[in-house]
T-cell receptor, first 112, second 113 residues
């Protein structure tokens, strides 16, 4: 069974640009959640999707948005990038809400 | 406010030795507690997940304990190996209509030869 796949693995963007990250969950999993991890803040929850609906949202500005498709694949978008958005963005999938989450390898975003 | 506190923040041990990592939480109502291992630059990997009724759960050389009364959990690593060098993150899930996960800041473990 393939694991959670995140693309791209690495990304360099300029301040003010926007970026879209992709996450393909484990086959059969319907819940996808996104996290930002920085050395100073640790893992912080961004949002969670289940059956194409956002079910939970963390405390991030509106520049951070996401969506989930009918095949459970999810995308996360960050607009008007800031230097502070440089981080490892992790996606996790689970079969249902509040069940064990399996993480992808992450996308390392660097904003210059 | 839901919080998860982990200690120590970092730990250095010699290969072959045992160690115990601590996790205290104030998350309520409690649903489950998970321990993850995260190698540098990679995604976390689940080690154990424990519900309210479980006191101990093992995964190879990793043994997690949970005391729901005192809201404490520990992760014991036996006969450490160099590959155990990683960050260990405690995550507590609240039993709410909209799932909420509270993450600890992690314990950075370094196993030296």
């Amino acid at each position: 069974k393939a694991g959670v796949t995140q693309t791209p693995r690495y990304l360099i963007k300029t301040r003010g640009q926007q970026v879209t990250l992709s996450c393909s969950p484990i086959s059969g999993h319907r819940s996808v959640s996104w996290y930002q991890q920085t050395p100073g803040q640790g893992l912080q929850f961004l949002f969670e999707y289940f059956s194409e609906t956002q079910r939970n949202k963390g405390n991030f500005p509106g520049r951070f948005s996401g969506r989930q498709f009918s095949n459970s694949r999810s995308e996360m978008n960050v607009s008007t990038l800031e230097l502070g958005d440089s981080a490892l963005y992790l996606c996790a999938s689970s079969s249902h809400l509040n069940t064990e989450a399996f993480f992808g390898q992450g996308t390392r975003l660097t904003v210059v | 406010k839901n919080q998860v506190e982990q200690s120590p923040q970092s730990l250095i041990i010699l290969e072959g030795k045992n160690c115990t990592l601590q996790c205290n939480y104030t998350v309520s109502p409690f649903s489950n507690l998970r321990w993850y291992k995260q190698d540098t630059g990679r995604g976390p990997v689940s080690l154990t997940i424990m519900t309210f009724s479980e006191n101990t759960k093992s995964n190879g050389r990793y043994t997690a304990t949970l005391d729901a009364d005192t809201k404490q959990s520990s992760l014991h690593i036996t006969a450490s190996q160099l590959s155990d060098s990683a960050s260990y993150i405690c995550v507590v899930s609240a039993r709410t209509g909209r799932r909420a996960l509270t993450f600890g800041s992690g314990t950075r473990l370094q196993v030296q030869p």
